[in-house]
C-alpha cells in the first residue's frame, strides 16, 4: 500500500536547496522557511526570461487555498517534503489575491492543490482551473457536491459503497412531495420510511455540524448534540425529544459500534491511513494528550476497507481526501467524506503522503518537461514487533456475569378489574391473543391512568354507581402513575392477565366477594431503579475492572488501568456489553462502561452506543412461565418448614440445609423458631409503621425528603403494604414476603438511617437471618433441585460464555492494531476478547450453583477448590453487582496443539459490603494468589499477607505495589490488613488473615456527590476479587460446559422422576396446604422480591471473576421474572 522510496539522494532526489514559493507577504511565514522560498510575485519577473530557464524547467506545484489552511501545520510539513524533490517548487497563493484579484492575475502553476473551505470562491478557482488547465489533485467541481450531504449519499450509493439506511427530508416550497414527516413517541416517518430511535438527524448542508442523535424512551429518551469541537467538547445531551422542524435533513440509522469513530485519509487510490478516535455521540467530551491534541490512535484497516477507501477517492476524484467509517456489527459503512484533509501530528504520514504526491506529480508531468524520472520502487517495510519471552502469558478473553447495582426497592400491587374500559384497552394491545399483556410505552402507562381518573371521578360522583374495582386501589394505581410527573419505561410497568372465571381466591389483599364471569388481574410493578448510590458503585466497579488488563504505554504510562484505553482506542480490545431488559440492569451496565472506558456525562447515550439488550433469546432474562416444576415444589417445602411454631429440629437442619453450609446453618441458628421469628418481624413493622405515621403528624418532618427524593407517605405506603401482606387472615405468615421486607429494611438502613428510627437494626438483623435462609434456597434445596433450577435459568449464558471462549482463537475480522504502533502491547496482530453479561440475581445464583455443583473439579482430589468451596458456602449473600469472573490466557512458549496453551482462571465477589458484614465476612485467599503448590504458606494464618508479593501478575504492571498506590480499588493486601485493623482493632494476626481487606477508601467523586451520610449511608464499597481457582486448562472448562449442557437436555429427565418419587409423597398434600395465595400468580418463578435478600451497600472494589460455586445459598429470583422490575 505504501510501496514509495525512501527519497534519498541517488534516487533523484538531489540535496538542492528546496523551491518553496510562498505568497504570503507576512514575515511570520518567512521566517519557518529561513530563505527557502520566494514570494510568488518573483514568479512574475521570471516569466520574462523564461527561455533561459528551459533546461531546468521546475515544475510548479500551486496550493489554492485560504490562508488558514494553507499556513496549517500538516501543510507546511507535507510541502516542505515535497520541495526536496529535484524538479518540484511550490508557490502559495496569497489569500489576498485569491479573494481580490481576477484568476488572470493568479500566479500560474503546472499542478493545481486547491480546496474549498469557509469563505472560499469555488467558482473562481474552477475559472482558474478552466483558464490555466493545470494537472488537478482534487477535482474542483465535485467540490460542490462534498457540500451537501444528499449528493454524498447520492455517490456513495451508486458507487455501491456500504452506508447507513436513510431518508431525505427537503423542506423545499417547491417540492411538497419531499416533505412527508410523521413524528411519533420513539420513531419517525420520513416520507414513508420508519426510523425507529435511536436515529440520526443530519443537516443536508456538509458545513453545518449540528447533527443530532435521537434516543428511545426506554433508554431515557432526549437526544444527543453534535456541533464542530469547542474546547473538550464536541456534543452535549438535551431532553429535547422532538426533531427539527425547519431546515431540510437527512434521517438515517443509528450504528451502534463500540464507541470509537475510524477516520480514513486517503493519498491517491492506493494509500490511506486510518486513526480511531472516541466517537463525540459517545459523552461529547474531546480527549486530549498533554499538548492539548485530541488523542487519536493509528488503525489496521482491512482488505474490505482499503477497497471502499479507493472507491471513496475515485469517486469523488479527490487524491487527498477523509471520510469517516462506522464500524458496526462485523460491517464497515462509510457516514460522511469531508473532501480535502490531512493527518495531523504524525510524522509517518507527513512523509508518506509528501512521497505519494511528489511522485504522482512527476509521473503525470515528468515526460513533457523532458524530465528523465522513474519511480522508485521498495518493499512494503513494517517492522514486526517481538513479542516478550519468557513464561509471560498473553491475557486472551476476560467474561464477567455481574449482578445490577443498587435500587429502590421494589413493589407491586394487584386488582382484579372487571371495567370494559380496561377489556378493550386489552384488546387494543392485542391482549387476548396470549391472554397476556404487558404495557410499558409511556403511551399505554397515560391510558391506563386516564382509565383511573375516569373511574375515580365518576365515583366521586355518586357512589352507588356500577364501578366494581375498589376505590383505594383505584387511588393507588392514580397516586404511582403520576410519581415523577413524565413516564419512562425504566420507571414502571403494568401488566394484565385475562382470568376466564375471575380470580380463583382472595389473597390477602382482595375482598372475599366473588363476582361470575371474566376479569382481568391488573399487576402494577413500579420501583427497583438503579439509585444513585448503585450508579457510583457500577462506575467505580468499571474503574477498577481496568487493571485487570495489561499496562499503558505512551501518554497514559503509569496510570493505572491505561492499558485498557489505549487497547479499547486500538481496536485491539473486543467488547461487548449484554444486559437485560430490566431498566436498571441496562442502566448497571451503562455505568459500568463509563467507569471502565473512562467517558464522562449522561448514561443514555452511553447506553444507546455500547449496551446491547440480550432479551432476545432468554440469555440474561428469566421468563417465569418456563421454569420447572422443581421450583413449586421447592417453595412448598420451605413454607411448610418455615411454617412450624418450634426451635428446628435435626431433622429439619436436615431438609433445609442438606449441604450444611455454614451460611444457612448460621441463620437457622439466630432464627430459632421460625414463626416466633416472623412475630417479632411483625411486632417490629407495626412498631416501625407507627413511628413513621407520628413523623407524619409532626408539622416538621411532614414534608421531609428522604433518599432518592420519595416521602415519608411513600414510605409509610411501602411498609405499611408489607404490615397487610405479611400476615394473612388464617394468621399465619407469607413467607414469599420475607425477601420484599429484607429489601425494604436494607434499603432504608442505607439511605435513611438519619431518620433515626427505632429498633431498625434488630428488623433488619431478623429479616436478614429469614432472607438467607429463603432466598438461596428458593434455587433449590439439595444439590440436584440447585442444578436443575439453575440450568434453566442460564442454560443460555452458558453455552454462550462456552463460545466466548472458544472463539478467542484467531478471529480474522476483529480490528487489529497496526504493528507500527504496537510496541510494548504483547503480539501485535492479536486482540483481547471481554463479554460482560449484566443480570439479576437469579442467574448469578444459578450460574455459581452450576460450576459449584456441576462436577468441575473434585474437592477431595484439589485442595484449592477445597478451600474455593468453603469460601463460598460462608457467603450468606451475593449482593448487589456481585460478580463472577472467568479469564482467559495463552503461553505463546508452549505448543499451540497442547492443552497447556490455554489456562483459565477462576475469579468471584459476592458485590458490594453489608451493613454489619465487616467482622463475619468468611475467608478467601486474594485475587490471583501465587499457585496452587504453595498450599503450605496459606496454612500459616501470617502468610496470607505476604500473597501480594508473589502474585505473578502476567499483565504487564512491573510495579504492582505503586499501582495499587495509585488505585485505591486495588486490593494491596497489606494496606488492606492495616485498614481492617484500624477500623476493627482486631489483633494484627487476626488483621492479615482478613479475607476481604476493605477497599472503601471513597473516591474523590464519591465525596463529592453527596451520596454518603454518617455511619452506614455511605456508598458501601465492593469486596475485592477472590480468586476460586487458578489453574484450569481451557479443554477442562469446556468438557464442563458441554456436559452441563448436554445434561440439562438428557439425564436431567431422569434424574427428576426419581427425585419426584422421593418427594412426592410428603410434598403433595404440603404444597396444597402451604402455597400461599399471594403467590399463586408467581409461584412459577423465583418469589417477587428478588433481590430483596441483603444490605446494599458498596463503592467499588477490583474486577471479578466467574465462580465455580454457590454459597449453598442462592438468593429469591423474582416470580415474573420476565417483568421488567421484578427480575433482578
Request: aromatic content about 8%; glycine content about 6%.
Amino acid at each position: 500500500m505504501h510501496g514509495m522510496s525512501k527519497l534519498t539522494g541517488e534516487e533523484g532526489v538531489h540535496s538542492k536547496v528546496p523551491q518553496f514559493l510562498v505568497g504570503f507577504e507576512d514575515n511570520e511565514c518567512k521566517e519557518v522557511f529561513r530563505g527557502n522560498m520566494r514570494n510568488s510575485s518573483d514568479l512574475y519577473d521570471e516569466e520574462e526570461d523564461e527561455d533561459d530557464l528551459v533546461s531546468e524547467r521546475q515544475i510548479v506545484v500551486g496550493i489554492c487555498s485560504m490562508m488558514k489552511k494553507s499556513n496549517s501545520k500538516p501543510m507546511t510539513q507535507i510541502m516542505e517534503r515535497l520541495c526536496k524533490f529535484e524538479y518540484i517548487t511550490v508557490v502559495i497563493f496569497p489569500e489576498d489575491v485569491i479573494l481580490n484579484e481576477p484568476v488572470e492575475k493568479w500566479p500560474q502553476c503546472d499542478c493545481l492543490i486547491s480546496f474549498h473551505s469557509k469563505g472560499f470562491p469555488l467558482d473562481k478557482a474552477v475559472s482558474y482551473a478552466k483558464l490555466r488547465n493545470p494537472l488537478l489533485i482534487n477535482d474542483l467541481n465535485m467540490q460542490y457536491f462534498i457540500q451537501d450531504r444528499r449528493e454524498v449519499y447520492r455517490i456513495l450509493q451508486e458507487e455501491g459503497i456500504d452506508l447507513p439506511r436513510y431518508a431525505v427530508l427537503n423542506r423545499d416550497p417547491d417540492r411538497p412531495e419531499e416533505c412527508n414527516l410523521v413524528e411519533g413517541d420513539d420513531h419517525v416517518e420520513v416520507n414513508g420510511e420508519v426510523f425507529h430511535k435511536p436515529f440520526v438527524e443530519k443537516p443536508v448542508c456538509a458545513e453545518d455540524h449540528n447533527v443530532y442523535i435521537y434516543y428511545p424512551t426506554s433508554a431515557g429518551g432526549g437526544s444527543q448534540r453534535l456541533f464542530r469541537k469547542i474546547g473538550s467538547r464536541s456534543s452535549v445531551y438535551s431532553p429535547e425529544s422532538t426533531v427539527r422542524k425547519t431546515g431540510s435533513y437527512i434521517y438515517e440509522e443509528f450504528m451502534p459500534t463500540d464507541g470509537t469513530d475510524v477516520k480514513v485519509y486517503t493519498v491517491g487510490p492506493d494509500y490511506a491511513h486510518a486513526e480511531a478516535r472516541k466517537s463525540p455521540a459517545l459523552d461529547g467530551k474531546v480527549e486530549r494528550d498533554s499538548e492539548g491534541k485530541e488523542i487519536r490512535y493509528p488503525v489496521m484497516l482491512t482488505a474490505m476497507e482499503k477497497l471502499v477507501a479507493r472507491k471513496v477517492c475515485m469517486a469523488f476524484k479527490q487524491t487527498v481526501c477523509g471520510f469517516d467509517l462506522l464500524r458496526a456489527n462485523g460491517h464497515s459503512f462509510v457516514c460522511d467524506v469531508n473532501g480535502f484533509s490531512f493527518v495531523k501530528n504524525s510524522m509517518k504520514y507527513y512523509d508518506d503522503c509528501a512521497k505519494v504526491l511528489g511522485n504522482m506529480v512527476m509521473r503525470e508531468l515528468a515526460p513533457q518537461f523532458h524530465i528523465p524520472w522513474s519511480i522508485p520502487m521498495e518493499a512494503e517495510d513494517i517492522p514486526i514487533v517481538p513479542t516478550t519471552s519468557g513464561t509471560m502469558m498473553e491475557l486472551r478473553c476476560v467474561i464477567a456475569v455481574i449482578r445490577h447495582g443498587d435500587r429502590t426497592p421494589k413493589q407491586k400491587m394487584k386488582m382484579e378489574v372487571r371495567n370494559a374500559l380496561f377489556f378493550d384497552l386489552f384488546e387494543k394491545y392485542g391482549g387476548y391473543k396470549t391472554g397476556k399483556l404487558k404495557l410499558k410505552k409511556p403511551k399505554q402507562l397515560q391510558e391506563v391512568l386516564d382509565i383511573a381518573r375516569q373511574l375515580l371521578a365518576e365515583l366521586g360522583q355518586h357512589n352507588d354507581c356500577e364501578i366494581e374495582e375498589k376505590k383505594s386501589k383505584l387511588e393507588q394505581l392514580k397516586t404511582v402513575l403520576e410519581m415523577y410527573g413524565h413516564f419512562s419505561g425504566i420507571n414502571r410497568k403494568v401488566q394484565l392477565t385475562y382470568l376466564p372465571n375471575g380470580q380463583p381466591k382472595a389473597s390477602s389483599e382482595e375482598e372475599d366477594s366473588l363476582k361470575e364471569g371474566p376479569s382481568l388481574l391488573l399487576v402494577l410493578k413500579w420501583g427497583g431503579e438503579l439509585t444513585p448510590a448503585g450508579r457510583v458503585q457500577a462506575e467505580e466497579l468499571g474503574r477498577a475492572f481496568r487493571c485487570m488488563y495489561p499496562g499503558g504505554q505512551g501518554d497514559y504510562a503509569g496510570f493505572p488501568g491505561c492499558g485498557l484505553l489505549r487497547l479499547h482506542s486500538t481496536y485491539r480490545h473486543d467488547l461487548k456489553i449484554y444486559a437485560s431488559d430490566e431498566g436498571r440492569v441496562q442502566m448497571t451496565a451503562a455505568a459500568f462502561a463509563k467507569g471502565l472506558l473512562a467517558l464522562e456525562g449522561e448514561l443514555t447515550p452511553i447506553l444507546v452506543q455500547m449496551v446491547k439488550s440480550a432479551n432476545m433469546n432468554g440469555l440474561l432474562d428469566s421468563d417465569s412461565d418456563s421454569l420447572t416444576d422443581c421450583q413449586q415444589r421447592v417453595k412448598a417445602r420451605l413454607h411448610e418448614i418455615m411454617q412450624k411454631d418450634q426451635d428446628f429440629t435435626g431433622e429439619d437442619y436436615q431438609k433445609l440445609a442438606p449441604t450444611s453450609s455454614p451460611s444457612l446453618v448460621n441463620s437457622m441458628k439466630i432464627i430459632g423458631n421460625p414463626v416466633k421469628t416472623c412475630d417479632q418481624v411483625y411486632a417490629l413493622i407495626q412498631s416501625l409503621n407507627c413511628q413513621i405515621r407520628k413523623r407524619l403528624e409532626d408539622p416538621k418532618s411532614a414534608n421531609l425528603q428522604l433518599y432518592h427524593s420519595e416521602t415519608l407517605e411513600l414510605m409509610l405506603q411501602r411498609w405499611s403494604k408489607l404490615e397487610r401482606d405479611f400476615r394473612m387472615k388464617n394468621g399465619r405468615y407469607d413467607i414469599s414476603k420475607i425477601p420484599d421486607i429484607y429489601d425494604c429494611v436494607k434499603y432504608d438502613t442505607q439511605h435513611n438511617s438519619s431518620l433515626g428510627l427505632e429498633n431498625m437494626l434488630e428488623l433488619f438483623r431478623l429479616s436478614r437471618a429469614l432472607a438467607d435462609i429463603i432466598i438461596p434456597q428458593e434455587y433449590g434445596i439439595n444439590k440436584l433441585e440447585k442444578l436443575d433450577i439453575a440450568s434453566a435459568y442460564c442454560l443460555p449464558l452458558m453455552k454462550k460464555i462456552q463460545l466466548d471462549l472458544q472463539r478467542t482463537h484467531e478471529d480474522e475480522a476483529v480490528n487489529k492494531l497496526h504493528p507500527l504502533y504496537s510496541r510494548g502491547v504483547m503480539s501485535p496482530g492479536r486482540h483481547v476478547r471481554t463479554r460482560l453479561y449484566f443480570t439479576s440475581e437469579s442467574h448469578v445464583h444459578s450460574l455459581l450453583s452450576i460450576f459449584r455443583y456441576g462436577g468441575l473439579l473434585n474437592e477431595e482430589k484439589d485442595e484449592q477448590w477445597k478451600q474455593a468451596m468453603d469460601y463460598l458456602s460462608a457467603v450468606t449473600e451475593l449482593n448487589y453487582m456481585t460478580q463472577i469472573v472467568i479469564m482467559l490466557y495463552e503461553d505463546n512458549n508452549k505448543d499451540p496443539s497442547s492443552e497447556e496453551r490455554f489456562h483459565v482462571e477462576l475469579h468471584f465477589s459476592p458485590g458490594v459490603k453489608g451493613c454489619r458484614d465487616e467482622e463475619n465476612a468468611p475467608m478467601g485467599f486474594g485475587f490471583r494468589p501465587a499457585s496452587v503448590e504453595n498450599q503450605e504458606k496459606q496454612t500459616d494464618l501470617g502468610s496470607l499477607e505476604d500473597l501480594s508479593q508473589d502474585e505473578p501478575d502476567r499483565a504487564l504492571l512491573t510495579e504492582p505495589l505503586s499501582i495499587h498506590r495509585k488505585s485505591p480499588l486495588i486490593r494491596n493486601r497489606k494496606a488492606g490488613s492495616m485498614e481492617v485493623l484500624s477500623e476493627s482493632g482486631t489483633s494484627s494476626r487476626g488483621a492479615s488473615y482478613r479475607l476481604f481487606p476493605s477497599c472503601s477508601r471513597q473516591s474523590p467523586e464519591i465525596k463529592s456527590s453527596g451520596l454518603g451520610f454518617e455511619g452506614c449511608s455511605m456508598v458501601p464499597s465492593i469486596y475485592p476479587l477472590e480468586t476460586l481457582h487458578n489453574s484450569l486448562s481451557l479443554k477442562q472448562v469446556d468438557e464442563f460446559l458441554n456436559k452441563v449442557c448436554e445434561s440439562r437436555s438428557e439425564t436431567l429427565a431422569k434424574t427428576l422422576k426419581s427425585l419426584s418419587a422421593m418427594f412426592e409423597s410428603q410434598m403433595i398434600q404440603t404444597s396444597l396446604e402451604t402455597e400461599s395465595p399471594a403467590r399463586s400468580s408467581s409461584s412459577i418463578a423465583p418469589p417477587p422480591q428478588q433481590q430483596p435478600s441483603r444490605p446494599f451497600w458498596y463503592t467499588s472494589g477490583p474486577p471479578s471473576t466467574v465462580s465455580s460455586s454457590e454459597p449453598s445459598s442462592p438468593s429469591v429470583a423474582e416470580p415474573s421474572s420476565n417483568f421488567s422490575f421484578s427480575s433482578e
